[in-house]
C-alpha cells in the first residue's frame, strides 16, 4: 500500500461534488454533493444520469431542471488536502 493512500474510506463508497452550472454568462452554479458512489463501477453516463436524478428530484433545483446538462469537467484535489500557505 503507498504512503500516499487514503484508507479512511474505500472507493466504493467516495463522495464527489458536481459543480452544476446553469449559466456561464451569468455566471450561476450550484454544486450537487453526491454520497456513496462506486468509482470503480460507476461509469461517466452513470454519473451524469445520477446527477440528472437528484436535480430532477432534489428541492432547491427547479431552476435547473429546465437546463441541458450535457457535459462534464472534472478537477481533483488528492486526499480532499487544502492548500497551505506560509508567509
Known amino acids: ?17 458536481v459543480r452544476v452550472i446553469k ?3 451569468y455566471r450561476t452554479e450550484k454544486s450537487l454533493v453526491l454520497h456513496k458512489l462506486d468509482l ?7 454519473l451524469k444520469n445520477i ?3 437528484a436535480i430532477q428530484s432534489g428541492p432547491g433545483w427547479k431552476a435547473y431542471r429546465n437546463v441541458d446538462l450535457d ?12 492548500a497551505r500557505r506560509y508567509g
Open 71 to 82: 457535459t462534464l469537467k472534472l478537477y481533483t484535489k488528492a486526499h480532499g488536502a487544502k
Open 40 to 46: 470503480q463501477k460507476t461509469t461517466v453516463g452513470e
Open 1 to 17: 500500500m503507498s504512503a500516499l493512500t487514503n484508507t479512511t474510506l474505500p472507493i466504493t463508497e467516495a463522495t464527489i461534488t
Open 23 to 25: 449559466s456561464f454568462e
Open 51 to 53: 446527477a440528472k436524478q
